[in-house]
């Protein structure tokens, strides 16, 4: 098989990182049904523990 005669550039390699990574989104969030605080979807609430209207983790209050 061929192989590359010159490496590439670090600034080549980087751009095209940099392109990359620009394009990448935020997750998705949206608002506990149980609090109303912002979470990831499909995963329980970190401020209250609840994930699809039951308690699946207990969160103690630090104040």
Same mark, same amino acid.
């Given at each position: 098989m061929a192989n590359?005669?010159?490496?590439? +550039?670090k600034a080549r390699s980087r751009s095209?990182? =940099?392109n990359?990574? +620009?394009r990448l989104?935020?997750?998705a969030?949206? =608002?506990?049904?149980?609090?109303g605080e912002a979470k990831?979807?499909?995963r329980a609430c970190p401020s209250c523990g609840h994930?699809?209207?039951?308690k699946v983790v207990?969160?103690?209050?630090a104040a």
């Open positions: 590359p005669r010159r490496r590439h +550039s095209r990182r =940099a990359y990574y +620009s989104d935020a997750p969030t949206m =608002a506990c049904p149980n609090c990831l979807m499909h994930y699809r209207g039951r207990d969160r103690k209050d």
